[in-house]
């Protein structure tokens, strides 16, 4: 029963769901919608879970002084802190216990639940994303490093490509005549991002959403059952 | 019955003489056609004198309000968003600002909802076809058949990874995407974590499993569980070691980065859904010279983990991996059936391209969904 209840709520709902993309009359087309908000408010009681998790793991590490403890410490203090303060003074215009904390406001100029999330964690966050750019650089370098035919290329027409959406490109290939308009720096980057580009992604795509159409479908039939553990 | 097969055959038809021939009225109000009945398609054809326009529509107390006044001589409106079987009134008020004068026109409509969406008949032909196909192969295989699946280098390296990992007394990780489990992506990546899982429990590896989301921690863990169990170690499972970072997707990433660098695992996986995050991860993994193997449904994302990883599943492996892991006859047939369904798509893309060619523009509206 443990493994067949899943199994059939699964076939079930993957069923109703197929056929609801068909059926726009009631009740068929709000099933999704309905069944998405089951899934949120299911999301939302499983939060308290990933919150136990996270105590959890911090507190044990910490409480046995687990190499690099102090990382974990100053997790545990960030998140009582966002706790805290959200309780006591709210976020936006969401009032805390303590209501809206005026005073706090007019000295940090926000709350400071939203003072942390602007100019700490925003921040942080930014930085994080900022590191995207140096990783880029050395992931192109290896991946442009002539090797064979294939990685020859790669590196001539990401050269194309990154030249020609510079305004470099057009200086130096405007005197080409508009009947060899094709050999223009920005007009060749054009093309090859509309129709090789386009289509090797659109062949991925397609590739993709068979395979999704085959594992939901495994998944349905109750064949693929390894995301409850596998067995048969 | 007759209510449901009339409709449809009329569609086909118009869909196979070139779409729906607009209406020569001034002004027309009609239900959206083969939707839930929330929308009404309003269409105007006015005169040359006209300079602009106002279209409204009369609210519950009968007050005509102006929902657009973008001119156009000829053109249309949707109005979306509507209560299904309800009756609406519109007026356009058409003007001409050199003679200072307007004339008015009203219609009116009753939104209906109906019971198959047509824009989607080409869908579900394709589907059943594909689905059919699959399950063909799936009997096929049942029956004992032999089926030839190639072979997906990405995944025969998964023990490889593993062994060296063991070999090392190093962690496994494994990263199910940043998406939550609404996603096939992430259900595609917990099946392949319950078969790393059970060579982990074999090998005696240690497994790390950061989640973003608690829903797919709950499953990671259940997952991992049930591999142990299977394995016959359940004494070696550690709840612990499959935890939630945070929905955030950067402090995600620096989360997961810092377990790279610090724990040093010998083995990176990365598969499920990812978005920017993912050469992040992968250029941290790739300098902490752990062997990695990388798979998404996202084609901007895969140039990036070719780059870093060692191995990628790109496009529809990584949905096939758990089928192929398994060795389930069962589950290798329906993999014979997605060839089924690339062969399809390739003589669509073919027909299509002679049928464009040849000026027979119904087949792409057809494929297109009528649009």
Request: aromatic letters at 12%; one cysteine or more; charged letters at 15%.
């Amino acid at each position: 029963m443990k493994k067949n209840l899943p199994l059939i709520v699964a076939f079930a709902s993957g069923l109703l769901i197929l056929i609801a993309g068909f059926i726009p009359h009631k009740p068929f087309g709000m099933l999704e919608e309905t069944l998405t908000n089951w899934f949120m408010i299911i999301s939302s009681f499983a939060i308290l879970l990933g919150q136990i998790s996270l105590i959890q793991a911090n507190v044990t590490r910490v409480a046995h002084r687990s190499p690099n403890w102090q990382y974990y410490l100053a997790g545990l203090i960030s998140f009582a802190g966002m706790v805290v303060f959200g309780l006591l003074w709210g976020m936006e215009k969401t009032p805390g216990i303590l209501g809206h904390g005026e005073g706090i406001s007019q000295n940090l100029g926000s709350k400071p639940f939203d003072y942390i999330f602007d100019y700490i964690y925003m921040p942080l966050s930014a930085t994080m994303f900022s590191l995207l750019a140096f990783y880029i650089a050395s992931a192109a370098y290896r991946a442009f490093i002539i090797r064979n035919f294939e990685s020859n290329l790669l590196m001539i027409t990401a050269v194309i490509v990154m030249l020609g959406r510079t305004s470099f490109a057009t200086w130096i290939t405007s005197w080409i005549p508009d009947s060899w308009g094709i050999l223009q720096l920005p007009r060749l980057t054009d093309f090859i991002m509309q129709y090789p580009n386009t289509a090797a992604q659109r062949a991925i795509l397609i590739s993709a959403a068979l395979g999704v159409v085959g594992s939901s479908l495994r998944i349905i039939l109750g064949i693929e059952r390894s995301y409850l553990g596998g067995g048969k | 019955m007759k209510r449901i097969v009339l409709p449809l055959l009329l569609a086909l038809l118009s869909v196979g003489i070139g779409g729906v021939v607009p209406s020569a009225a001034p002004f027309s109000a009609e239900d959206a056609p083969w939707d839930d009945g929330t929308a009404v398609v309003l269409a105007w054809n006015l005169d040359p004198l006209r300079t602009s326009l106002s279209l409204q529509k009369a609210d519950s107390l009968g007050i005509f309000q102006e929902i657009s006044n973008e001119f156009a001589l000829t053109g249309g409106y949707k109005d979306s968003g509507l209560e299904a079987d309800a009756e609406y009134r519109y007026r356009l008020v058409a003007y001409n600002k050199d003679r200072s004068d307007s004339v008015s026109f009203t219609a009116h409509a009753t939104t209906r909802q109906q019971w198959f969406s047509m824009q989607k008949l080409s869908l579900l032909i394709l589907l059943a076809m594909i689905c059919g196909a699959i399950l063909y192969y799936i009997f096929h295989a049942r029956r004992g058949k032999n089926l030839f699946i190639r072979r997906i280098s990405g995944l025969d390296s998964m023990e490889e990874a593993i062994g060296r990992a063991t070999e090392k007394g190093k962690p496994i990780l494994f990263v199910p995407g940043i998406s939550d489990l609404g996603d096939i992506q992430t259900i595609a990546a917990l099946n392949i974590l319950n078969h790393l899982a059970l060579k982990s429990a074999e090998y005696g590896t240690e497994l790390l499993v950061p989640c973003r989301f608690s829903m797919v921690l709950s499953a990671a863990r259940e997952t991992v569980k049930e591999a142990y169990l299977q394995a016959g170690r359940p004494d070696a499972y550690r709840e612990e070691k499959i935890f939630y970072v945070t929905d955030d997707q950067f402090g995600f990433v620096a989360g997961v980065d810092g377990i790279m660098l610090r724990e040093q695992p010998a083995a990176n996986f990365f598969l499920g859904a990812f978005w920017a995050e993912s050469l992040i991860l992968t250029e941290t993994g790739f300098g902490t010279g752990a062997i990695q193997t990388a798979g998404t449904g996202q084609p901007h994302q895969i140039p990036f983990f070719v780059v870093s990883c060692d191995y990628t599943l790109i496009g529809e492996e990584l949905y096939a991996a758990s089928a192929y892991l398994s060795r389930d006859p069962q589950q290798l047939g329906s993999l014979k059936g997605h060839d089924f369904g690339k062969l399809l798509v390739i003589i669509l893309v073919l027909t299509g391209i002679v049928m464009e060619m040849a000026g027979q523009g119904w087949f792409k509206q057809f494929i297109a969904g009528g649009n």
